[in-house]
């Protein structure tokens, strides 16, 4: 790799930490990145997860700084995110992505259209307390979520927040500040695996860290600071793109 592979990626992953700290779907960017420059598909998904886990971290922590998680709930969906992500990365082993990638590409268009159409959708917040019903749904989707992440990854971001959106009435803000602290989670567990398993090129991912880092912390504060004026429509457009990419991949494998 040459310094304009370096000065690649260092953009790349800056814009790609940026959005995904705004609204999810980040490694619709970092990952083909990585892959450009040469590095093989195994290892690209390795080191794409060790430089977005840090940014997720960065993010994690200022959303959490300006008290944008609701922790009275969060602490319950952790450990289900946990145990969904350890049992999806071992599930991936085994079973093809392919049999989930149809029925995804359906949910994350659904997703979509859904926010386009209903106009007030997380725009305030309507949050009115916990109840052993919605915490119970909570660590349902926490658990499915985590596990998806583990096994094939793209749009949890977005869907977690829309998840906070829908179940508990959290506005875009909240809802992305907890969708973060749970992807980070699901990242960090999937990464020690990765790690573990020797797949991860870190000549490649440090670097790229850091410029991911620094771009976490500018989406984070744009977040924060403009709501959902801001995230809704980079939610949207996230959902349409990793529906395009999907609906690509499967026409692609069916020629």
Do not use: E, W
């Not at 690209?44 to 940014?55: E, I, P, R, V, W």
């Not at 969060?74 to 085994?94: D, E, F, N, Q, R």
């Not at 620094?214 to 989406?219: E, K, N, S, T, Y």
């Not at 793109?241 to 609906?247: F, G, I, N, S, W």
């Amino acid at each position: 790799m040459g310094i304009l592979d370096y000065l690649f990626l260092s953009l790349a992953g800056f814009i790609a930490a940026a959005v995904d700290s705004i609204a999810g779907g980040g490694g619709l960017i970092s990952l083909p990145a990585i892959m450009a420059v040469g590095v093989p598909p195994h290892l690209a998904l390795g080191t794409n997860k060790f430089a977005s886990t840090c940014a997720s971290f960065t993010s994690t922590l200022t959303f959490a700084k300006s008290k944008k998680i609701y922790i009275p709930l969060i602490k319950y969906l952790i450990p289900c995110t946990l145990v969904g992500a350890s049992i999806g990365v071992y599930t991936a082993l085994k079973i093809n992505p392919a049999v989930l990638q149809v029925m995804i590409l359906v949910l994350i268009f659904a997703v979509a259209i859904y926010t386009i159409i209903n106009k007030n959708f997380g725009s305030v917040d309507k949050f009115k307390g916990l109840t052993q019903l919605n915490i119970f749904y909570g660590c349902m989707f926490a658990f499915a979520l985590g596990f998806y992440d583990g096994f094939f990854g793209p749009g949890t971001g977005s869907f977690l927040i829309f998840l906070f959106i829908s179940v508990f009435g959290f506005d875009f803000t909240i809802s992305a500040g907890n969708a973060k602290i749970l992807n980070f989670v699901s990242n960090i567990t999937a990464l020690v695996l990765f790690a573990l398993s020797g797949n991860i090129r870190y000549i490649v991912g440090i670097p790229m860290a850091l410029f991911m880092i620094l771009g976490a912390r500018v989406g984070t504060k744009i977040a924060i600071k403009n709501g959902a004026k801001v995230i809704k429509p980079i939610f949207v457009t996230i959902a349409l793109v990793l529906t395009a990419k999907l609906l690509y991949q499967s026409v692609m494998k069916l020629l």
